[in-house]
């Protein structure tokens, strides 16, 4: 590799990303070149002896590769592995190893890519270029190289195309790259989840200890490849498809009491404390103590709220927001008797059995239209100022029965039942009320849990 650089093109990327990226730290695998310009072909190390801080490549498994490449023509020049976050950098004990390969195989004055990765499991997915060298048998050399992808055809840089030109005029790039979601839960919500990266937030995190099975296919937006697949890593892996740029980090946990507010600061970083009103926490799970759990972390560190969920059979669902110092009525004021109900014994029997797929997509809409109220509130454009008008009315319910009789809620027979042309699929903006005794607000602002 005799420039100044990595190159490497997108699929080796996007490998890489959706391999030693998407798990804990001290995984890594072989980088090759077919042409001695450009890394082509990556082979993910998947035995390699691994703990939380030390990565040790399966010899036999490589070498096997490493025939196989020979015969293709194809040379191997450098290896890749992870580090956990604060260790961006190839350790004492990597350049030692890098040392010994060059040595090994007589690439005296051959520079050996040892390209380290910043894993997308617990942070930003990051990849950092360094390259090792040793002249006439003495100390090794490090140097810091840019890596630049290239295009898996022409070789030359890969350049993504702009498609947020027509939703510029709504959702500005420059403003929505500072957004971040947080998303409880990735199963029903995860078109909601891809068509905010199309109108471009600049990052996310995915919450959820699942994975998607095959009765999944039927009621969420997900593909056979993707059974047994933790939803989070699925979800976060097509988000970055529609968009490269976006920064995922996948946690494959629950959220519940374990995770710690310190644990959860640490997690989403500073933009927690210091711009908390461009995080979105979006509760999409159908636990009722998850929601829960993802609305006191938004009253505590003062973030935009978002909270959803789908009634039986699919025949209505209801959206919940919380704007900090905005809604009069948190959360808990708002759902108020289902949280009477919770802690009086209640157990949520309701699945997603009997509920059609375009039940969970117009129910994301909505939640699409909503987040964009939230994230948008004190940027300009349309969405600029839709809060204050319905601030009072954080509480939204969709018609989705088409039997106008079905018992879904009295509020629309009384408010729709003799309306002409209301037939199902309308959405009620309920006022809700502050409860002067909730415990979590006291009537007004929140309190710190």
Known sequence: MEKQELRMTLSVYKAIRDTIGSQPAERGGMLGSSDGETIDHFHFDESAATTAATYTPDVEALQDVLDDWAEEEIAMVGFIHSHPRGCPRPSQEDVSYAVDIILACRLLGWRLALPIVQSGFGGPFKIKGYEVEIHDCKEAIITDVPITIVSDTTHKPFSPPNFHDRVESVCPLETM??????????????????????????????????????SNLATQQCYREEIGV??????????????????????????????????????IGPTLSERPEDILIAACTDDFWAQDRAAQLAMKYGTPFLAAQLYENGLAAEVLFYYPGVTPACPRCVLRPRYDAYLNGYINTVGSRGVPIFATQRVNALKGYVSLMLLLNKESGPFAGLLDQVADRNMLQIR????????????????????????????????????PDCPYCQGGEPIDH
């Not at 809620?409 to 199902?424: D, S």
Request: one cysteine or more; glycine letters at 8%.
């Open 177 to 214: 790259r500072r957004k971040i979601l947080v998303g409880i839960g990735c199963g029903g919500a995860r078109s909601f989840y891809e068509d905010l990266a199309r109108m471009g937030i600049g990052r996310a995190f995915f919450f959820d200890g699942d994975v998607y099975s095959a």
């Open 230 to 267: 933790n939803k989070a890593f699925a979800v976060a892996s097509r988000v970055r498809e529609l968009d490269p740029q976006i920064e995922t980090i996948s946690i494959p946990f629950f959220l519940d009491d374990d995770l710690l507010d310190e644990d959860f600061e640490d997690v």
């Open 400 to 435: 989705m029965s088409p039997d106008p009789a079905s018992p879904v809620h009295p509020l629309f027979q009384k408010h729709l039942g003799e309306v002409p042309y209301a037939f199902f699929d309308e959405t009620l903006w309920i006022t809700a009320t502050p409860e």
